[in-house]
């Protein structure tokens, strides 16, 4: 890669935004979001695909996909949000790895947290136990050797099912179902479900709103993380199916460019939603790239 592809890209790397909706699902359709700065750390690092671990009074404590620019790979971390000025007050790495980690998943089970992070490039799916005294993730186990991605777990009537997508087609219109009976048990997969659009991949946790299951997904459509697509969960002779109820865009002026997290715990969600690091250099670079995709100079986004 020559100077001016590796200028090209460092001025059109991404950034994104955290965000809480106090009031959960509800806030979020009226456009309800406390946005979040991340204080000391502005410029340096960003946060995304963040998870509720609790909430305090004063203080709201997340797991995300924390990327600091130095490191160029993400690592799972926890942040604590001040309620007060919702600045990012500290950060604290729990788990690092040689390989990119995101999207840590939260399971809670017999009073235990369980954590099971996107870590594809290692070619599974593994499950982590938390440690609140040390603030640390501990090996568990290895779910599936599989590379799936932004993977969900869900439990209906004493089974549970894995919601995910995988390499080499994480961001298309295919989601895949495995089924268990216990959390450490074997896996079967059950099912394919094929949308006719990009919103295959999750985009957080399965919650319940007014009495029915939605499941939060990504719209692929344009670019990664396009969108949000709220869906609908019903189940029929242990299939599935999905319908979508609403589509959520970010509505920040600079933190525009889609959104690809929702979750939320105890009526409380966060989302996240992305921008760029260099907001001028990247708007006008991105519409370069549309000009020769247009005279047919560089190839369209593919969803993959």
Same mark, same amino acid.
């Given at each position: 890669?020559?100077?001016?592809?590796?200028?090209?890209?460092?001025?059109?790397?991404?950034?994104?935004?955290?965000?809480?909706?106090?009031?959960?699902?509800?806030?979020?359709?009226?456009?309800?979001?406390?946005?979040?700065?991340?204080?000391? @750390? /502005?410029?340096?690092?960003?946060? %995304?695909?963040?998870?509720?671990?609790?909430?305090?009074?004063?203080?709201?404590?997340?797991?995300?996909?924390?990327?600091?620019?130095?490191?160029?790979?993400?690592?799972?971390?926890?942040?604590?949000?001040?309620?007060?000025?919702?600045?990012?007050?500290?950060?604290?790495?729990?788990?690092?790895?040689?390989?990119?980690?995101?999207?840590?998943?939260?399971?809670r089970e017999n009073g235990i947290i369980y954590v099971c992070p996107e870590n594809y490039k290692s070619g599974g799916w593994n499950m982590y136990r938390y440690d609140e005294l040390n603030e640390k993730l501990e090996f568990e186990q290895e779910i599936l050797k599989i590379p799936l991605t932004d993977s969900i777990i869900l439990n209906i009537k004493k089974s549970y099912y894995i919601l995910s997508t995988f390499v080499p087609t994480p961001s298309g219109?295919?989601?895949?179902?495995?089924?268990?009976?216990?959390?450490?048990?074997? @896996?079967?997969?059950?099912?394919?479900?094929? *949308?006719? /659009?990009?919103? %295959?991949?999750?985009?957080?946790?399965? +919650?319940?709103?007014?009495?029915?299951?939605?499941?939060? %997904?990504?719209?692929?459509? /344009?670019?990664?993380?396009?969108?949000?697509?709220?869906?609908?969960?019903?189940?029929?002779?242990?299939? *599935?199916? *999905?319908?979508?109820? +609403?589509?959520? @865009?970010?509505?920040?002026?600079? #933190?525009?460019?889609?959104?690809?997290?929702?979750?939320?715990?105890?009526?409380? %969600?966060?989302?996240?939603?992305?921008? @760029?690091? #260099?907001?001028?250099?990247?708007? #006008?670079?991105?519409?370069?790239?549309?000009?020769?995709?247009?005279?047919?100079?560089?190839?369209? #986004?593919?969803?993959?």
């Amino acid at each position: 890669m020559n100077y001016i592809q590796t200028k090209k890209r460092q001025f059109q790397e991404s950034a994104w935004l955290l965000g809480i909706c106090e009031r959960g699902f509800d806030d979020l359709k009226e456009n309800r979001v406390h946005w979040i700065s991340n204080g000391k @750390y /502005e410029g340096k690092k960003w946060f %995304a695909d963040p998870f509720i671990l609790n909430k305090e009074e004063n203080a709201i404590h997340l797991l995300v996909e924390e990327f600091d620019y130095k490191v160029h790979r993400g690592r799972i971390a926890k942040l604590t949000i001040n309620r007060e000025n919702w600045i990012v007050e500290d950060c604290k790495i729990v788990l690092d790895l040689p390989t990119h980690l995101s999207f840590p998943m939260i399971w809670r089970e017999n009073g235990i947290i369980y954590v099971c992070p996107e870590n594809y490039k290692s070619g599974g799916w593994n499950m982590y136990r938390y440690d609140e005294l040390n603030e640390k993730l501990e090996f568990e186990q290895e779910i599936l050797k599989i590379p799936l991605t932004d993977s969900i777990i869900l439990n209906i009537k004493k089974s549970y099912y894995i919601l995910s997508t995988f390499v080499p087609t994480p961001s298309g219109s295919c989601l895949s179902i495995w089924q268990f009976d216990k959390m450490k048990g074997t @896996y079967d997969k059950v099912q394919d479900v094929t *949308f006719n /659009e990009n919103i %295959a991949r999750n985009a957080g946790m399965i +919650f319940c709103h007014d009495g029915e299951m939605i499941r939060p %997904a990504q719209e692929c459509n /344009e670019t990664y993380g396009h969108a949000l697509s709220f869906q609908q969960v019903c189940i029929n002779d242990g299939l *599935f199916s *999905f319908k979508e109820k +609403f589509r959520w @865009y970010s509505i920040h002026p600079q #933190y525009c460019l889609g959104c690809h997290t929702y979750n939320q715990h105890e009526g409380m %969600a966060v989302i996240d939603v992305k921008g @760029y690091r #260099y907001p001028i250099m990247g708007r #006008y670079l991105k519409h370069v790239d549309a000009v020769l995709e247009k005279i047919h100079l560089k190839k369209p #986004y593919k969803p993959v």
